[in-house]
């Protein structure tokens, strides 16, 4: 199984990016899917999580108003659009799969696979 996450890169505060990830080696159907992220010096963070049959997805406190995730199933793919990005969401953003939002979100061991993320920093 490999998650392979792109569209990082250097931003302004108040600016955009959208996160790409692509799974191979599994049927994304049956999982669901979401980001964590990790700063330097920092614990890892559940971003956003789309869980299995849909309904709301998990954001936390810290993104909500300005992140949106979407999943493709069909593609296999997972999306995170950022936007009114602030210094504070600097990290590596990392795509991972499990059997629900709650292991994502908390970043628990429940995480049943993850990529090696895609590098966000936002700075003037």
């Known amino acids: 199984v490999q998650l392979q996450a792109f569209g990082g890169g250097l931003v302004q505060p108040g600016g955009s990016l959208r996160l790409s990830c692509v799974v191979s080696?599994?049927?994304?159907?049956?999982?669901?899917i979401g980001w964590f992220r990790q700063a330097p010096g920092k614990e890892r963070e559940g971003v956003s999580c789309?869980?299995?049959?849909?309904?709301?997805?998990y954001y936390a406190d810290s993104v909500k108003g300005r992140f949106t995730i979407s999943r493709d199933n069909a593609k296999n793919a997972v999306y995170l659009q950022m936007n009114s990005l602030k210094p504070e969401d600097t990290a590596v953003y990392h795509c991972a799969v499990a059997w629900g939002c709650g292991p994502i979100a908390t970043t628990s061991s429940g995480m049943d696979y993850w990529g090696k993320g895609t590098e966000v920093t936002v700075s003037s």
């Open positions: 080696g599994l049927t994304l159907n049956n999982y669901a």
């Open positions: 789309a869980s299995v049959l849909g309904g709301n997805p």
